[in-house]
């Protein structure tokens, strides 16, 4: 069967919790005084203008089908917090402006009673969608199940089934743990089989379970898993796709070959945030290895360093391209929540492709994106001194795409790398130097959703050290400084970026978005996202600063900064 009649497109649900003996396992904390709490009014201070949010209450990711992005998330559509969920459904031409529709699937059968959780969709010869997806079962055990549309002609694919006589499809067999058994990926054609994974762990390691069907209907559960590793626990979300060894072009899931590497990404429940590989994906023996340099678990890569999880890619077949998309959680309280009425952000859709140094991907915001800038001022061969922070005016400053590139005029006093810090906690060493400690060469970037006299600011920023070996370049988003308000989550985060000094330039693109803002260091090398609540750097009141806290000198060598502008509904 030709790769090119499958089109595997990928629609997901990102779940957010675990039965354990008859109980729910806080991923989320399970609120029953609020979960039926509607809101009443919703405040907009903090609300995002060009993210993906619904009109109120609790939210969380996408499929592509005959010229129509759909977005199937959870949604509590009676209240602010986890609980009540459905699969909402929103439509869009260009994942920026949004049509939202009726729910899509509600649990209602015995084999999803308990809940409808996280699934992908593959696209069958003759252009038929499928949805497989985790319910619980009356018993608490996690199954996989199957949906199809109750109407191909309908454009936006309103109204979907759930055949009762064929679900489940999959039933965790002896051995496999019936509490942790969840999120089927995007399944791939070869060799006369279907093939997808499920997440699960045994004991303590992770493990992606792999199954196989010829009707897309009957699976059979391989003999060995497509990967698994210890000490990682429960593997939820896991995504598997292919990427070409260069370009920026995306492949559909059933692609195999030589010119191309293979990604495993897994959410780690653990730990809460996403994590992948880049390997070879053995099509004889049905396994995939991971390269030498990359490591599963804590000390392995991530698509985004900060409040970023449950992610999933899926291939546009129209652009040829891989689109990621992330959930960005709320780091206030439960009762900031119920209060303002809303909570939970997608990330901006992210096209991804392997680096050059085929060690690790890149990640980008669409270019559709680009369609809501406004207002743009520049600001070039810009000096930064010591203690400099240098506003940029005549945008919004709470509302803006910021893109940056610094110039470093010498690297001759960079400061050296204590081997007595790690290479494996970014966030340990943002933490401990933060963006006024003075260094050789950084702290240097932006200050976002500043306040006037800097009582509140987010900085993202980069630091260089010098290693026996090379330098080492550090990226921060340090939400510490960011609200003058207690009880808020605000940690330092960071990551390394694997980048060559030589030409001593460094890119950095913000988007900023009232409470969210997403970074992209070096060309999209690393990217952090952070979740920040200012209560004095608001709407008119919001700045944005270049600065530098260094002792040597930085070059703004060329900054464009954007007024954005909020999507529209789409018709």
């Known amino acids: 069967m030709a790769v090119s009649k499958l089109l595997s497109l990928t629609l997901f649900i990102t779940f957010l919790g675990a039965v354990n003996n008859g109980r729910v396992e806080a991923t989320h904390e399970i609120y029953p005084q609020f979960q039926s709490l509607s809101a009443v009014s919703v405040h907009q201070l903090h609300r995002t203008a060009f993210h993906f949010q619904p009109p109120k209450n609790w939210i969380n990711a996408p499929m592509y089908y005959n010229g129509i992005y759909h977005f199937f998330y959870q949604y509590n559509p009676k209240g602010a917090v986890w609980g009540n969920i459905v699969w909402a459904h929103s439509v869009s031409k260009d994942m920026i402006n949004w049509k939202a529709l009726e729910p899509a699937i509600y649990p209602s059968h015995r084999f999803d009673r308990k809940g409808a959780w996280s699934g992908s969709a593959t696209i069958l010869p003759g252009n038929k969608p499928v949805i497989l997806y985790t319910g619980v079962d009356p018993n608490d055990r996690q199954v996989q199940n199957y949906a199809v549309p109750a109407n191909l002609s309908d454009p936006y694919l309103r109204k979907w089934i759930k055949p009762a006589g064929l679900n489940p499809v999959v039933d965790p067999e002896a051995g496999v743990n019936a509490s942790a058994f969840r999120d089927p990926t995007t399944a791939w054609w070869f060799s006369g089989h279907w093939r997808m994974v499920v997440g699960s762990k045994r004991n303590h390691r992770g493990m992606a379970y792999l199954y196989r069907s010829r009707d897309f209907i009957h699976w059979i559960k391989a003999k060995h898993p497509l990967h698994s590793a210890p000490h990682t626990g429960m593997w939820e979300c896991p995504d598997f796709y292919p ?223 010098k290693s026996s070996q090379k330098n080492i370049v550090l990226l921060c988003s340090d939400a510490r400084s960011s609200s003058l308000k207690d009880g808020l989550y605000k940690p330092s985060f960071a990551g390394f970026v694997d980048v060559d000094l030589t030409d001593k330039k460094l890119s950095l693109r913000s988007l900023i978005d ?33 600065f530098n806290n260094g002792t040597e000198t930085i070059i703004v060598e060329n900054l464009n900064a954007w007024s954005m502008k909020k999507p529209l509904r789409m018709n």
């Not at 061969?381 to 795409?401: N, P």
């Not at 009232?514 to 919001?542: D, M, Q, W």
């Open 514 to 546: 009232h409470s969210v803002v997403e970074s992209f260091g070096a060309g999209g090398k690393t990217c952090i996202t952070s979740r920040v609540y200012p209560t004095l750097a608001v709407l008119e009141n919001a700045h944005l600063y270049a």
């Open 243 to 465: 990427v070409l060894l260069s370009g920026k072009q995306g492949l559909d899931t059933s692609v195999v070959g030589k010119q191309m590497k293979h990604v495993l990404k897994v959410s780690l429940d653990v730990t809460r945030y996403d994590y992948y590989t880049v390997g070879t994906y053995l099509t004889d023996e049905d396994r995939y290895v991971p390269d030498n340099t990359s490591v599963d678990g804590w000390a392995g890569l991530r698509y985004d360093y900060g409040n970023f999880y449950a992610s999933k890619t899926f291939f546009d077949p129209a652009k040829k391209r891989r689109i990621l998309w992330g959930w960005v959680n709320e780091s206030d309280t439960t009762s900031d929540d119920v209060r303002k009425g809303w909570a939970g952000v997608q990330a901006i859709p992210r096209i991804v492709w392997l680096d050059p140094n085929q060690r690790q991907l890149m990640q980008w915001p669409i270019q559709e994106l680009e369609t809501l800038r406004g207002t743009n001022v520049k600001m070039n061969h810009q000096m930064l001194k010591t203690g400099d922070h240098i506003e940029v005016k005549g945008i919004s400053a709470a509302q803006a795409d910021v893109d940056v590139t610094f110039y470093i005029p010498s690297l001759d006093k960079v400061e050296a790398f204590n081997l007595g810090w790690s290479l494996t906690d970014a966030q340990l060493l943002c933490a401990k130097k933060g963006s006024k400690v003075q260094g050789g060469i950084g702290p240097f970037g932006l200050l976002a959703l500043a306040s006037e006299n800097l009582e509140e600011y987010t900085p993202v920023f980069f630091r260089i050290f």
